[in-house]
């Protein structure tokens, strides 16, 4: 479909689901990264739908080369997050092991 249609389906989604959201992945290896679905905390919303459509919850990416980041937060929440990044290690494993941190506190999605 229409990458600009299926991109405001996707900043809609996340704007609904978590107001405070500090990055999304939209580019990486599908074949090789794993997601899992949204966590709905109480019952979900009508709208919770189109939202599982389009938005999930990064497990491990792999070729992490695009991500929207939302906003002066979401890009000071990354910068502390996930850098410095050492030099044996690759991007998109340091936003992997940031999403299994228990301490961490960025708001990620795929």
Partial sequence: EDFGVQLFRLLDA???CDELWHACAVGFIKSKSR???LYWESERPKWAKECDE???VPV????ATAILVHGPDGAEEMLRSLFPID???QFDLKITMQIHDPQSTMRFYS
């Fill in 14 to 16: 996340l704007d609904r």
């Fill in 35 to 37: 997601h899992q679905e």
């Fill in 54 to 56: 389009v938005l999930k």
């Fill in 60 to 63: 491990k990416l792999c070729g």
């Fill in 87 to 89: 030099a044996d290690q």
